[in-house]
DNA sequence: AGGATGCCTAACCTATCGGTCAAGGTTTAA
DNA sequence: TTAAACCTTGACCGATAGGTTAGGCATCCT
């Protein structure tokens, strides 16, 4: 059944980049502009970075940055696909081998990890989001993308499980995952937010693993190891 | 067990406002300036929102907004209290008779509620802390004052509702109450984000009162009726 | 050789930013 | 009546914002 590559849409990304080969030497300057900016904009945001502080931390002057971009907002653009990267991977493939509840568990494994890793470029996409509409339109679509695709995965997986009779049907699979996202939010918000938070991913996946498959809590610790 | 007002704490607000009683005819402009500031500062933060369009919103000289407020900053910080305000309600007063899973089922709602009511600047105040920390700093205590005043709130009550052996007791209150509180926040992330949601505080409040109270469907929406 | 093109910079431009100032009108109170 | 305190303004300030321009120095093609 082939519905291959969820999640794995890396081109076709945010509008206004399109940014064709140029030669080499002007792609290192590039580079050296866009980490500089992707760094500013990461910490700061839009309107409190200034092009000259880009410039600067870029060791580069002002109007190379103009050169390459033809405005701030262009710029912008282009450290958010940067940002953007790593959000789409391909999952599909990397757990094809592995059955439903192994897949569920490790796509919420997966959810909380990334989070983790990546607390600084989701704290500013949220932030990002819920300011400045205008600049995060692109943003936003593609972000919904995201999360829809792994919504749809989850619902799919927790079907096919119900299906084959190895997991819990009193609940329809698309409010189970919506019920499971919720609480992967919740989970989210508070690492954000809390400095202290711990934020363990292991215990999240093992009550996931109980309550759609009602495994002990050894046996759900286990599972997630078994995954390698 | 006089524990009162866990919400009520009005006074003793940000730093820097201490606002002394002026004049009436000042009382006015102050408050037209604030009331367009806060509609500004909202809606497209701080950076991006310049005293001169405070000033022609307000249709006042800018020179007046600075002869009330010294800086933009100190008018940044009295448009939080005034987005704020809401924030800080006496819970403890208006639940007083509710026996402690009305109170909870309450408490739930409230939250919901809230996020629902008071959207805009929850968002702004969500934005505001995953930015800026400098000019947030007395803002994320006073919130996270907010919210573990919350938590602790939820955690005494269950806690007292398992002694009184009316709730179920496979956890912790402290456990209980963290689990709801994430709940929740997948709730208002969803919400938030999430143009079409519905967020339907009812249909929350009766899971709690299912996990909790191990009640019946009908009798949860009863409940939360019957607190009028 | 020599122009066309690509990469890069110092200097500059205008608009707007947060903030000040000197002065004028209005109350209040002696 | 008059002076002090309060309220309000237009004009102004230096700094910095995003963005432009003219030109220098390579490199490549012919």
Redesign the interface.
């Known amino acids: 059944m082939p519905r291959d590559h969820f999640l794995s849409m890396v081109g076709s990304q945010l509008k206004g980049q399109s940014q064709e080969s140029h030669g080499q030497q002007s792609q290192d300057s590039r580079d050296e502009i866009l980490k500089a900016a992707t760094q500013l904009f990461a910490n ?2 839009f ?2 970075t200034s092009m000259s502080e880009v410039a600067r931390e870029a060791r580069v002057s002002k109007a190379l940055i103009f050169w390459h971009f033809k405005t701030k907002e262009e710029l912008f653009l282009a450290v958010l696909n940067r940002l953007l990267e790593p959000y789409f991977i391909d999952f599909a493939e990397e757990s094809r081998m592995l059955d439903e509840r192994h897949q569920i568990l490790r796509l919420v494994e997966f959810y909380l990890l990334f989070v983790r890793d990546h607390a600084n470029s989701v ?2 996409f ?2 990002q ?4 509409q205008r600049l995060s339109e692109g943003l936003g679509e593609q972000i ?1 993308r995201l999360y829809s695709g792994y919504r749809n995965m989850l619902v799919e997986l927790i079907s096919r499980a119900q299906h084959r009779g190895v997991c819990a049907s009193g609940f329809t699979p698309e409010d189970a995952a ?1 019920f499971i ?10 690492f ?2 809390m400095p202290r938070a711990t934020m363990n991913p292991e215990s999240a996946v093992s009550m996931v693993d109980q309550w759609l498959f009602h495994a002990s809590e050894r046996e759900a610790t286990e599972a997630v190891k078994a995954e390698h």
């Open positions: 700061r945001g309107h409190e704290r500013f949220l932030a989001m819920l300011r400045e919904m919506g996202l919720s609480a992967l939010n919740g989970l989210m918000i508070e954000l937010f």
